[in-house]
């Protein structure tokens, strides 16, 4: 489907996300005994939302009769579930952090990009951990005594847009609150962070808000804030507690980032408009990460968004390999380089004290 440009002077709306209410809630007995998994029934409960005590501790009757349908009955389900063993032993996930963690897997919004297309085993439903106790105290032991150890915990969900539902994002900043040594890292394309501003997160924490081209936000990521929400959202967890805010170290996940026909443009209004909102002292960094796509993924994203505006043409694409073999496509050296050049030159003339920790 050809993109076309359209006027990104138009007045910015403000549009808070909707948070995500699941049309059915699905509980194991293993989750029923845990008492954060009680936590989050009675949380639900309280909410009015229907809720089924599973008599197994397997989640099945999510499959439709396509992928499309399956699509459907899976992201209108939360559920509360115990993280198997292996969810223990964690791996490492650079350049984002030391290790990866969860709180859940699964996400509430409709990204058409989503990278989760064919990561996850299985319908793309929401699960939220109910041993979240155990899951916390699992990570001590990959602390590195005299050095910060970064944990990520936003690679299989947004944690924050399903925090109404858990709580468990509020208890694990506190719980990296009292820990030395141990730092946070969390990304959302969710605004509801008033819960988050006055926790005693110590600076351990590393909250982060993606963003993107406006276009890309209002066409392309269904159910999230608009980006002027999110703007929002970012100020409100950098500016100081004393000042109403968070006080936290924020950074910005600039993802993915498109080619498309008016760019330049596109994300010039974007960097604008973010130092516009970030127009006071506070500790920032920058994470870019440019659009790519596996041929498992684009099969599936195909199935569940088919009227995508997303260029998944792999001629106009370089083909690279990870270290299990796995083939992507990313943007050819000539786009890359461009891109690069463009995010580098434009955030150092806007944000020159500001770290930019990777570009992909």
């Known amino acids: ?10 007045v910015p709306q403000l549009r808070s996300a909707k948070r995500w209410m699941p049309k059915q809630v699905l509980i194991t007995p293993a ?26 501790n397997r989640i099945t009757g999510l499959r439709g009769e396509d992928e499309r349908e399956t699509y459907r009955k899976a992201k209108s389900t939360l559920a509360i579930v115990t993280a198997p063993p292996s969810a223990l032993k964690l791996q490492p996930i650079p350049p984002s952090a030391d290790y990866q963690f969860h709180l859940a897997e699964g996400c509430p919004a409709h990204c058409q990009y989503c990278y989760l297309a064919g990561s996850l085993q299985g319908p793309p439903v929401i699960r939220a951990f109910a041993n979240l ?16 150890t970064t944990f990520e915990a936003s690679c299989y969900t947004d944690p924050l847009g399903i925090e109404h539902l858990t709580g468990s994002l509020v208890e694990t900043i506190r719980f990296f609150g009292e820990q030395e040594d141990m730092h946070l890292r969390w990304v959302s394309k969710f605004d509801q962070v008033d819960g988050l501003l006055s926790l005693p997160h110590h600076g351990h924490t590393h909250p982060r808000i993606s963003l993107n081209a406006d276009f890309i936000s209002r066409r ?16 409100k967890l950098a500016l100081p507690q004393a000042a109403g805010g968070g006080g936290y ?58 009227n995508t505006l997303i260029d998944f043409d792999e001629t106009n694409r370089s083909m690279k390999f990870n270290k299990f073999g796995g083939k992507k496509y990313v943007y050819d050296a000539s786009t890359m380089g461009q891109l690069r ?15 930019i920790l990777y570009w992909t």
């Open 249 to 306: 170290k924020v950074g910005l996940v600039i993802a993915p980032i498109m080619a498309i026909p008016d760019w330049e443009e596109q994300y010039t209004h974007l960097l604008d408009r973010l130092a516009q909102t970030l127009d006071f002292p506070c500790a920032i960094t920058f994470e870019l990460i440019s659009h790519r796509f596996t041929p498992g993924s684009k099969a599936l994203l195909q199935e569940w968004y088919p």
């Open 31 to 56: 989750a029923l005994d845990e008492p954060w998994g009680r936590q989050m029934y009675e949380r639900v409960q309280a909410l009015g939302l229907p809720v089924q005590e599973l008599k197994q």
């Open 341 to 355: 050049s463009f995010f580098y030159a434009q955030l150092k003339a806007r944000f020159p004290q500001a770290p």
């Open 133 to 148: 106790p155990t899951i916390l105290q699992n990570l001590t032991q990959y602390r590195r005594p005299g050095q910060p």
């Open 220 to 235: 392309m990521e269904g159910g999230t804030a608009s980006l002027e929400a999110r703007l929002a959202a970012i100020r």
């Open 1 to 10: 489907m050809e993109l076309v440009k359209e006027n990104i002077a138009a």
